[in-house]
């Protein structure tokens, strides 16, 4: 346990961010799976649907500073992807 104030205060900050950055992070996630799972139902309006809502929540994490902007251009290309092959496929 910290003991100096400004060793405190680091904490506490340090804390509040996380719990801020879980947000968008958890909210990122949850959207990528529901667009996964649309992507594999067959559905192609939902799936559509499903990922664009995914690429916006990648992309406010991503200029939040949350997720790197590599990390969510991959993740987002690799969805496009798949929701092309889907496309291809109807």
């Known amino acids: 346990m910290a003991n100096k104030k400004s060793a405190l205060k680091r904490m506490r900050q340090n804390e509040k961010k996380r719990l ?8 990122a996630r949850t959207e990528v799976k529901k667009a996964r799972l649309a992507i594999e139902s067959g559905e192609l309006e939902a799936a559509r649907e499903a990922t664009e809502s995914a690429v916006v929540a990648l992309d406010k994490a ?24 889907l496309e291809s496929t109807k």
Do not use: D, E, Q
Request: a positive charge; hydrophobic letters at 40%; proline letters at 0%.
């Open 20 to 27: 801020h950055n879980r947000l968008f992070r958890g909210r």
């Open 62 to 85: 991503a200029s939040k500073g949350i997720i790197h902007k590599n990390n969510a251009a991959r993740r987002k290309g690799r969805l496009m992807k798949s929701l092309a092959a």
